[in-house]
């Protein structure tokens, strides 16, 4: 096979590339970032480049769906699409490029019963003579049963392999790392007062970690990445799509990225905390369903299928070094459970945060990623679903959707007279219209409910989510046949053009915000009540969205606004919780066990409660709270 | 490093060796088999070989121990001292030659109650749908529960990535092997009957396996080999010295080879059943301490230091994966524990088959290896100990001495007439008397007993051991000062030279068997009773000696010969017991943890009653049955 020299800009990333492979794979390749959502299935449109030079294969049909005849003149291309077919020079629209995302998943603080599954233990022991010529982990055992009353304990393989050395080193005064009052981690020399742990919430978007010290649960540092299985599609269907077109390694392959970013954070917590990775003994572990069977190297295709199952739901405890994990070589890598196909230990996580079962009123929790799950009940019963919201409440599928990235517009105003616009962008403390300097490059989530709800409340777009004919403002606009409102002219962006919301981004808000509603509003009619007492908004995205406009755009059903919390990142909560103390293990398996899933899509109601959903919420009596926030505002002004 | 060419005669192996290594390392490297007892350590002189060409380094005194001013003309060298200086061509006689042993651990028939950890299940399960999502791995766990009522199980991780293509492939029916009704090892398409287990004594030279069926209890094949960590020295000190004069890897050599060994015994025997290494889904291992700690991967110094401490005494299950073992990806390897330093988990299979602890009788359990392990009770009490008989007993350490191998003497008779001598060798059906083609090598362990034993009784040598001066008979003659005896003239061997047995090779032997001697009577004293009602002869060596010879040597105290058993390889009979039944392993578990073990050096009586057993035995009042014997013979005669 050819090779052909292939350059990036800005970037200047360089080498060769096998000649058939496109343009977004040799970005992989070569360390260019190129954003994908689709992960290369010319489905979004994201990774559009420019080609400056060089020959790439032949336009495709695929490709005029996302670039108009100018720009096809002006060299743009779908880097999913153009291949490579001589040496060639790419240039990486600001639009394109993916940047490093701006995490937002920090350790709340949440009071947490310390009782880790890690303990440690000092003793001093008598050492071997002819009269007591015990076996060494006879001595310890026996020592350990004498002063701290431990009952018949194992002894990981790795662990026996140093006994006999530490000891001797030692003068027999060791400390040992006992996991679950079972089994022998680790056999220090002399007496060490502190352990660590690892919890971890992988999502599909994110890896977030948090290196807590065990005996006092102190968050000695936390860090977060891209996950890296990212470039292989941003959603959890494009990596199961993956391994399935990859057979031979793809799973393999998944596994590993996500193993590697977790050594990445690893050793960039540890050396934060001036730990080594060999100190963390204890890695707990959550993440939604298709992110646990990779993680695990679980075969994730049945995932994919119609009727979804998992393949294991309980949780589980494995040896970190069979998994390929670089911290102490006898760490346990514990895995919450998941509760079924599409409700995952991300969702167990929350649950053991939240607790819903241990309240007596009705409450929901929504969590919301690319996937939704909702839960709902109280502590005499439990359901739970997950419906398809798509990417469009995290950026996918919007034209000038992005993540939270640096730019991303985070905060949209309308001025109810004029119909103008300010913005706020991730990373800046002022507003746009404080700052003209500010350049937006898209708008992220937080920033796309906002405009829905902005642009109802307005009255530019109607409940039915149609943009409404006539509106006296500049901003609106036709384009291409379509209408379209400007959130950000050229002048205020990097990209060089406007930024707008189009009606088809109305559309992919309205499916995402409707399959949410319609999901919740069929759990409660199962569950044969009309009211909720609380909501709980959890996802990363849930701690930033606004509530007011969430519940504006009616993505839940009605609820004392009061009651309705923003808990933030409540998965990695969960994983420290279950890090922290492990009873709270047994409340997950419980919990897991018990929920009962309730399959949406076979229902008998589900497609009109759907269709009903899309709308944007009436100000009436089913909204009485959503009433009152309206009736406030028109108050206030 | 210069490398020179290396010849060995008469195998033809060749190769280059690095300048300064010697020629017993040499020959290992090279595959030829140069016979050493000591490991190189310039003690046996096992290894002697004819330089015919090229150079080596200067003959040295230690040489001289063991080669002859003549021999030294004729170019003998000590393989382990004589060092490459450039291309040599190397003889190996005869008697140097390690060739391939003949074992005889063959599978004897014990009735044994079948119990395997290993159990099959065979279960159809309903496939997934929407009404019925459950998780693979609770589906068939539920399947389990229902039909068989298991209770709750874990699975390996390897058996878990299989589960769901085995599955969907068997259309969910699926037959799932279960270990100790706690963990699903293995899940395979459809109905399967049998499964497969090894059953493994590692001996210090030997190493038998026995492939058995679990389901039937059925021996499918058995197979030997010579322990491959015999290059490295005969006995266990010698292995322990190779691990700590080699600290970089050592240890893990030592481990590899014996790894190795067991991966080639699998292919072999699985090969002999029509069957594949990934069919054996157990293994059960039993060896002394130093072996058990080898297979392990511990450090076995501590083995060689008083006060001789294991580092683990208790039972382990590992995965056979982690030790290197390839045989099925999620098999255990189930290692029995061990007693003490000395006294191993080869003396707990001994045990487990021979259940002196289940005996209203006085038992003496006897199992003889380079290491004698003594065991004394009944269904009361039980204590061990062990003492370093060396390895006379086999063959080592003896002018003559070698393993049963061809051409062994295993048998040697003296007409109490004539004095003149009859012998067997080890693979010939015929007396030497019967048969004048037949040429000695040299003399092997039940060969040596016998020699000594026809030796006193016909007053060649007296009860001091010394060879009583002025014997009539043209064998007894005086080689360089000192007394020997002829057992074989040159005409009769393969060596070109008279076998005889020296005043030095007596001297062995009364330090071996007064060892055991002074060992069980001060166990004897320990529980305070004065009579052996029974005594079993265990070890491979023990099958196949006289048990009278034994008796007139003085190997024991006194008993009533009807009540002396020879049940060889009674350890790999344990193996295999505990293979087939799990119940027998908490049988194992048990005994070795409260059999008391009686370190004799510390024992105040100890010299004295060693010194003492040193003679052979007087025909007096102590040996009632040793007078039973000879007065037989007499009226016989």
């Known amino acids: 096979m050819k090779k052909f020299q292939v350059i990036f800009q800005p970037s200047g990333a360089r080498g060769e590339v096998l000649e058939g492979k496109n343009i977004l794979e040799a970005s992989r390749e070569l360390g260019a970032e190129v954003e994908s959502i689709c992960g290369g299935e010319r489905a979004c449109g994201k990774c559009r480049v420019k080609l400056v030079d060089g020959r790439l294969s032949p336009f495709t049909d695929e490709e005029s769906k996302f670039i108009t ?36 998943k920090a350790a709340t603080q949440r009071a947490i019963q310390l009782k880790p599954a890690i303990q440690l233990y000092y003793v001093e022991l008598s050492p071997p003579s002819l009269r007591d010529p015990r076996g060494d982990l006879d001595r310890l055992k026996e020592g350990l049963r004498e002063r701290y009353h431990l009952p018949s304990l194992d002894i990981d393989y790795l662990a026996l392999l140093k006994l006999p050395a530490v000891l001797r080193q030692a003068d027999w005064k060791v400390t040992v790392a006992i996991w679950m009052e079972k089994e022998i981690l680790d056999i220090k020399p002399g007496k060490v007062e502190d352990a660590y742990g690892l919890a971890v919430d992988i999502g599909t978007t994110t890896v977030a970690a948090y290196l807590c010290n065990l005996r006092n649960g102190e968050v000695v540092a936390t860090e977060s990445m891209m996950n890296p299985q990212m470039s292989y599609g941003e959603d959890v269907m494009s990596r199961i799509s993956y391994t399935v077109t990859h057979p031979g390694d793809g799973l393999e392959r998944m596994h590993d990225l996500i193993i590697g970013g977790l050594n990445q954070l690893s050793r960039a917590l540890t050396e934060k905390g001036h730990l080594l990775p060999e100190d963390i003994l204890e890695l707990s572990i ?5 992110m646990h069977h990779l993680f695990l190297k679980i075969d994730p295709q049945y995932l994919g299928l119609s009727p979804f199952p998992p393949v294991v739901r309980q949780s589980n405890n494995l040896k970190a070094r069979n998994l390929g994990l670089k911290v102490h070589p006898s760490a346990n890598v514990y895995v919450l459970p998941v509760e079924a196909g599409f409700v995952g230990a ?22 919301i990623g690319t996937n939704g799950e ?8 439990l359901i739970s679903s997950s419906c398809a919201t798509g990417p469009a409440l995290e950026g996918g599928y919007i034209k000038f959707g992005m993540r939270a990235a640096p730019g991303a517009i985070e905060r949209i105003r309308i001025d109810p007279k004029t119909l103008e616009v300010d913005f706020k962008v991730v990373n800046e403390e002022h507003w746009r219209s404080e700052s003209k300097n500010i350049r937006a490059k898209g708008i992220c989530g937080s920033g796309i409910i906002d405009a829905m709800a902005e642009l109802y409340r307005n009255g530019i777009i109607e409940k039915s989510g149609r943009f409404r004919p006539g509106t006296p403002s500049r901003r609106m606009r036709i384009s291409e046949g379509k209408p379209e409102f400007v959130i950000a002219w050229q002048e205020e962006t990097a990209i060089g053009k406007d930024i707008t919301i189009t009606q088809a981004d109305v559309r992919n808000v309205q499916l995402a ?10 759990m409660m009619r ?13 996802g990363a995205f849930g701690s930033y969205i606004n509530k007011e406009e969430a519940m504006i755009l009616g993505m839940f059903p009605d609820c004392d606004l009061a009651n309705v919390y923003a808990v933030g990142n409540a998965a990695g909560d969960g994983a420290r919780i279950a890090l922290l103390n492990r009873e709270k293990r047994e409340e997950a398996e419980e919990i897991a ?8 899509t076979i229902e008998a109601n589900f497609q009109k409660e759907f269709i009903e959903a899309l709308e944007f919420p009436h100000m009436s ?10 009736r406030k505002e028109i108050l206030e002004q």
């Open 374 to 381: 909702l839960v709902m009940g109280n502590k005499k019963i």
């Open 621 to 630: 009596d089913s909204f009485p709270h959503l009433r009152d926030i309206v």
């Open 286 to 290: 959550v993440g939604n369903t298709v």
């Open 69 to 104: 005849e100018l720009e096809k003149a002006a060299g743009y291309r779908l880097g999913c699409a153009a291949q490579i077919e001589g040496d060639v020079l790419i240039f990486i629209p600001e639009e394109s490029r993916a940047g490093k995302q701006v995490i937002r």
């Open 593 to 600: 066990r018990n929920v009962e899933y309730m399959e949406l």
């Open 526 to 538: 199962r569950l044969g009540f009309e009211k909720l007492d609380k909501v709980i908004l959890a």
């Open 513 to 522: 915000k409707g399959a949410l509603y319609a999901g919740a509003k069929l």
């Open 346 to 367: 991300d969702n167990v996580g929350v649950l053991i945060a939240e607790e819903p079962y241990h309240q007596d009123h009705m409450v929901l929790v929504v969590d």
